[in-house]
Each structure stands twice: as C-alpha cells, then as structure tokens.
C-alpha cells in the first residue's frame, strides 16, 4: 500500500538549472518527511528532513517546501550540479513507526 | 549525520549456503534497527524492525525462519539469509534510529550486495 507518492519518475536537468521533485501523502498523522540521496551501489543518505510545523527547511542548494493543506512536499535543488546526478527519496513516517518511501526519482544533471 | 556501517559490502555465495550480514551505529546508540531490501530500480522494501533485545518485528509476506534477525545490543544487528537461494539476490541496506529523537530519524549503512549462485 503505497502511502507517499512521488513524482517524476525520472528528471533531466541543465547544470545550474532548479531540479523539483514532489511527493504527496495521503495520511494527516505523518509527522516527520525525509528526504534521502542514494547513488548507484550505495545506501540512501539523510539529505534534508522537515517536520509540519514550518512550511519551508532551507540547508544549502537543497530545500523542502511543505503545504500542509494540500498534504504535499517538495525537494528543490538549486544549482543543480552533474554530482547531484541520483536517485531521491521521498518518505513520512508517524512517530517512531514504520517509514513509507516513494518510489524515486532517478536525477540526472547533464553538464 | 550519524554514522551506520554495513558487513560485508558485496557476498557471492553458492546455493543453500546461510549467509550473516552485520550493522552497526557507530556513534550513536540503536534501540531500533531496520532491514530493507532493494531490487534493482525500486524503492526500498521495509523487511523486518529489529529492536534491542527483542523479537522482530517482520512485514507480512517475509519468512521469518529464512531471514533470522538478532539485536544483541544497542550498536550491533544482525541478519542472516538461511540457505539462501538464487531469488534472494538483492541490495539489503540496513538502518538505525536514533533513540533521544521523538520522530523516526534513520540512518542508513552502505548496504549488501548479496549474489546467490
């Protein structure tokens, strides 16, 4: 059962361009939205992390956008780089229960 | 970020052999432990919740007697593949949550490329 949806699928973007990919929920109590950067043959790693009480969560290139009411999330990257080039994670969880992940999305920032 | 190692990275084994993979935090104490597994292109597939000291937890739909689980302490789990069989090749990533945290904050190990011949 697919709890997080997230979308594109996959991403090509210009160096320095703004690559955005989404992620929507369906269930209120999640409480705490990650999202992770995996490369190919490696583990996921924490990227940046938001929880609902603030809208926006800036750390560098990367920032969450959160909109409550539409029970949406978004992951910018500013500046998109050739070694941003991965695949992102989306994922909720309630409490210290179970995460749920979307599917992915495979970046690629061509030079 | 706190710091989640994997062992072995990469294990080929023969079939029906049994195969152990080891996670550790490094610098963080792990009450709650979790094992993924990852086919090639998909997301990450939750396969069990391994807690210090206790049974696990396992999602439906994974044997609990092919996949042993054990969280002998606060920075080491385990996980062993028993005779393991040529649709077991995966990625198994592990991860640990960080105990003072009131939200699931994990972070992952490296993971296991695991190949059954």
């Known amino acids: 059962q697919q709890q997080v949806k997230q979308s594109p699928q996959s991403l090509i973007v210009q160096k320095g361009g703004i690559s955005i990919i989404n992620c929507a929920y369906e269930n209120t109590a999640f409480d705490y939205f990650p999202w992770y950067q995996q490369f190919p043959g490696k583990g996921p790693a924490l990227l940046i992390a938001i929880r609902p009480d603030v809208s926006e969560k800036k750390e560098g290139r990367f920032t969450i956008s959160f909109n409550k009411s539409a029970k949406q999330f978004s992951l910018h990257i500013m500046d998109s780089q050739p070694g941003d080039s991965a695949t992102y994670f989306c994922a909720a969880s309630i409490g210290n229960n179970d995460m749920r992940f979307g599917a992915g999305t495979r970046l690629t920032v061509k030079p | 970020g706190a710091v989640v190692s994997q062992h072995p990275s990469r294990v080929i084994c023969k079939s029906g052999t049994s195969v152990k993979i080891e996670c550790r935090s490094l610098?963080?104490?792990?009450?709650?432990m979790f094992w993924y597994r990852q086919f090639p292109k998909q997301s990450l597939m939750l396969m069990a919740t391994?807690?210090?000291?206790?049974?696990?937890?396992?999602e439906q739909g994974v044997e609990k007697d092919k996949f042993l689980i054990n969280h002998a302490s606060l920075t080491l789990s385990t996980l062993t593949v028993t005779s393991a069989h040529p649709e077991d090749s995966s990625f198994y990533i592990c991860s640990a949550r960080v105990g003072t945290r009131s939200y699931n904050e994990q972070f992952f190990g490296p993971g296991t490329r695991l190949t059954v011949l």
């Open positions: 610098d963080f104490q792990a009450t709650t």
């Open positions: 391994s807690n210090e000291g206790s049974k696990a937890t396992y």
